[in-house]
């Protein structure tokens, strides 16, 4: 009987642990925010050192003279800025489960 009882209680808890993930939103993963505006992208880049970013974001870095990565603040080795399709479809796919 014992054990029984504490069988119900962790299904019960399991249950109400389950509900409550539901009704709170998930919060978007790390790596779908951008590392200067920490806000979820909707326009990834790949820049010359290894990091995404917002496109806005980057470009605005780049325009204030900087050419230093935001992320390890060493010398860029090129402006290029690389869309990044693979993220970019994650995060729709993202958006689309969350709503």
């Not at 014992?2 to 962790?10: Q, S, V, Y």
């Not at 709170?24 to 590392?35: H, K, N, Q, R, S």
């Not at 790949?46 to 050419?67: H, I, N, P, Q």
Request: hydrophobic letters at 35%; proline letters at 7%; charged letters at 25%.
């Amino acid at each position: 009987l014992g054990h029984r009882n504490k069988i119900l209680r962790l299904i019960h808890k399991s249950a109400q642990d389950s509900q409550a993930k539901k009704t709170i939103p998930d919060a978007p993963p790390t790596e779908y925010l951008c590392p200067i505006t920490q806000e979820l992208i909707s326009d990834p880049v790949l820049c010359a050192d290894g990091f995404t970013y917002e496109r806005v974001a980057m470009e605005a870095w780049l325009a204030s003279g900087k050419r230093t990565s935001p992320m390890t603040n060493e010398k860029l080795l090129h402006l290029v800025l690389t869309p990044n399709r693979t993220l970019r479809t994650l995060i729709q796919r993202y958006r689309e489960e969350s709503m």
